[in-house]
């Protein structure tokens, strides 16, 4: 497709397990960035990733949260040993880099409920 | 660090009327962009419009015009001619140009938008 992908659409999980959320970006676009939203609030920001340069990071709000990008291309974030606090809107967000198109188009993201 | 506010977490506007969403933000940097971005409750984001900081004429996307104060670091979305169909959350955010750095955008908290029939 043309747009951001993201899966599982929906996720249950029971707390303590890990749980994967996958990323599919828009083909040859650079950028590509996790972000969090809570029930009926904004837009946290978790991860960044630009190219070959190194991730950042900075928004991750414990270990338990990592991200990897494969090939510049599909990305996962997991979280391990969820708790209930971590359920949430799951936003994944790709732009290009070159340009003045600083755009950046959000695939329709995975809830996730930590029971 | 960048931040970006809006200060109304709720809004009404009668169809075909006009209403306004506010968003200030903070910064030292020169050259930036502004975005305000629509997230109805299909939850995908949309992006409304676009405002590049070295241009001092508003941006306009038919219904959508923006109000761009630079100094006042203040980006204002107007709607005119509210229909049903803008009723959603909107959020105002920020980057710099990538040639200034490699940094994600930064988002407001957001504004709930009702329109009344």
């Known amino acids: 497709g043309a747009g951001v992908s993201q899966s599982p659409s929906n996720k249950v999980t029971e707390k303590g397990k890990d749980v994967e959320l996958r990323c599919d970006p828009i083909s040859g676009h650079t950028a590509l960035y996790w972000y969090r939203q809570s029930l009926g609030q904004g837009l946290e920001f978790l991860i960044y990733?630009?190219?070959?340069?190194?991730?950042?990071k900075s928004g991750l709000p414990s270990d338990r949260f990592s991200a990897e990008r494969t090939g510049g291309s599909v990305s996962t974030l997991t979280i391990q040993r969820t708790q209930q606090e971590d359920s949430a809107v799951y936003l994944c967000?790709?732009?290009?880099?070159?340009?003045?198109?600083?755009?950046?188009?959000f695939g329709q993201g995975t809830r996730l409920t930590v029971v | 660090a960048q931040t970006v506010t809006q200060s109304q977490p709720e809004m009404s506007v009668q169809e075909a009327e006009t209403v306004t969403l506010s968003c200030t933000y903070d910064?030292?940097?020169?050259?930036?962009?502004l975005f305000w971005y629509k997230q109805p409750p299909s939850r995908q984001m949309i992006l409304v419009i676009r405002?590049?900081?070295?241009?001092?004429q508003n941006a306009t996307e038919n219904r959508f015009s923006v109000n761009f104060q630079k100094a006042a670091k203040s980006f204002s979305l107007k709607i005119s001619d509210s229909q049903l169909g803008d009723a959603a959350m909107y959020f105002c955010?920020?980057?710099?140009?990538?040639?200034?750095?490699?940094?994600?955008?930064?988002f407001g908290k957001g504004t709930r938008l009702s329109v009344i029939a």
């Open positions: 910064t030292s940097e020169s050259d930036y962009y």
């Open positions: 967000a790709s732009s290009r880099r070159q340009g003045s198109n600083t755009e950046a188009f």
């Open positions: 990733f630009q190219g070959n340069s190194a991730p950042d």
């Open positions: 955010a920020y980057r710099i140009p990538w040639n200034s750095g490699n940094t994600p955008l930064v």
């Open positions: 405002q590049e900081a070295y241009k001092q």
